[in-house]
């Protein structure tokens, strides 16, 4: 199996941290043209940098977006900040795979008592649950995931008697 399958999905957009974005750069203009004007001396000059660093990192935050890549058997799984910053986040080997299924699956109901460290790589929107699966991996992980129909198959391909789709 040569396959290389790869996969955006994008992370619902927080609006608290939107507006606390858009609130901290308005704070920044204000600061910075106080700041310029010389009343209160450095001060707001200070307060107009630390401020506009704090808007840059919440504004990395915004727009999130998970990248799953599938070669071979190992899947890859990266996160991109703002559509700038990229960072890898975990390798999954598919030999290691327990279980795919639907997230609402009755053949989950087995690992549903032990202590599994979950992890959510979803677009987090809780109105396309039909599209998320779980991924029991190495006995100690959970993953949800959302995969489309080429990268679902691929897993298939890889892991046939350990994927579902009821």
Known sequence: ??????????????????????????????????????????????LAIALGAGAYFIGLRVNIEYEYALTDKEMDIDVIYDKQKRKHITEIDLTKLEIMAPIDSHRLDGYAGRNLKCENYSSGDDNNRSGMYVMIYDGARKLIIEPDERLYKAIYNGAPHKVYKD
């Open 1 to 46: 199996m040569n396959e290389h399958v790869e996969l955006l999905v994008p992370v619902k957009e927080k609006t608290g941290l939107n507006l606390c974005k858009i609130l901290l750069w308005v704070l920044t203009v204000l600061c910075a043209l106080l700041g310029l004007s010389g009343i209160l001396g450095l001060l707001p000059l200070i």
